[in-house]
T-cell receptor, first 110, second 114 residues
Framework: SQQGEEDPQALSIQEGENATMNCSYKTSINNLQWYRQNSGRGLVHLILIRSNEREKHSGRLRVTLDTSKKSSSLLITASRAADTASYFC??????????FGAGTRLFVKA | DGGITQSPKYLFRKEGQNVTLSCEQNLNHDAMYWYRQDPGQGLRLIYYSQIVNDFQKGDIAEGYSVSREKKESFPLTVTSAQKNPTAFYLCASNPPGLHGNTIYFGEGSWLTVV
């Protein structure tokens, strides 16, 4: 069962613009993670935000978490063509399983 | 350097055949996972293992089997009972922890039924 739902499903922007992706989830969580997947490759971990955190930064990435709305957003600033990939949110609640959403496909045009 | 190795990268299966996908990790992680990804879709959990000689069914275990005889290895067998096996398969691992830890992925294996 999928818990996280990303929005939009696909996003096309020009190089240099900012890209914002959203994730909504249904149950309580311990943390939320964002992953990146280049076409035909494995997923790579980008950032983890814990349920008691509201915002986290890593380089050009900014993640926010609103547990009252059960939502998170990933902002990529000053996008580059190399940022073209699919981005997934993943939630970990009490227990063992981490559940992935369906992903947002980002296209950054040079 | 440490990581997860999946093989083969591409595999073709004839109708009625069983095939096995290999997954080896040298990260010393206790937990290992197999996910299935269909084109343009998210990941669905097939099986997971928290410790050697123990594994649990995920959300879509029917038609698949696994073993965990060694900490480093978690092979996935796609049996003939899996009616629609064409997909991208991802193996992953992470260190133990009840609250969710970073998951490390292999590069994936493409399986196609011919």
């Amino acid at each position: 069962s999928q818990q996280g739902e990303e929005d939009p499903q696909a996003l096309s922007i020009q190089e240099g613009e900012n890209a914002t992706m959203n994730c909504s989830y249904k149950t309580s969580i311990n943390n939320l993670q964002w992953y990146r997947q280049n076409s035909g490759r494995g997923l790579v971990h980008l950032i983890l935000i814990r349920s008691n955190e509201r915002e986290k930064h890593s380089g050009r990435l900014r993640v926010t978490l609103d547990t009252s709305k059960k939502s998170s957003s990933l902002l990529i600033t000053a996008s580059r063509a190399a940022d073209t990939a699919s981005y997934f949110c993943a939630t970990a609640g009490g227990g063992f399983k981490t559940i992935f959403g369906a992903g947002t496909r980002l296209f950054v045009k040079a | 350097d440490g990581g997860i190795t999946q093989s083969p990268k591409y595999l073709f299966r004839k109708e009625g055949q069983n095939v096995t996908l290999s997954c080896e990790q040298n990260l010393n992680h206790d937990a290992m996972y197999w996910y299935r990804q269909d084109p343009g879709q998210g990941l669905r959990l097939i099986y997971y293992s928290q410790i050697v000689n123990d594994f649990q069914k995920g959300d879509i275990a029917e038609g698949y089997s696994v073993s965990r005889e060694k900490k480093e290895s978690f092979p996935l067998t796609v049996t003939s009972a899996q009616k629609n096996p064409t997909a991208f398969y991802l193996c992953a691992s992470n260190p133990p922890g009840l609250h969710g830890n970073t998951i490390y992925f292999g590069e994936g294996s493409w399986l196609t039924v011919v």
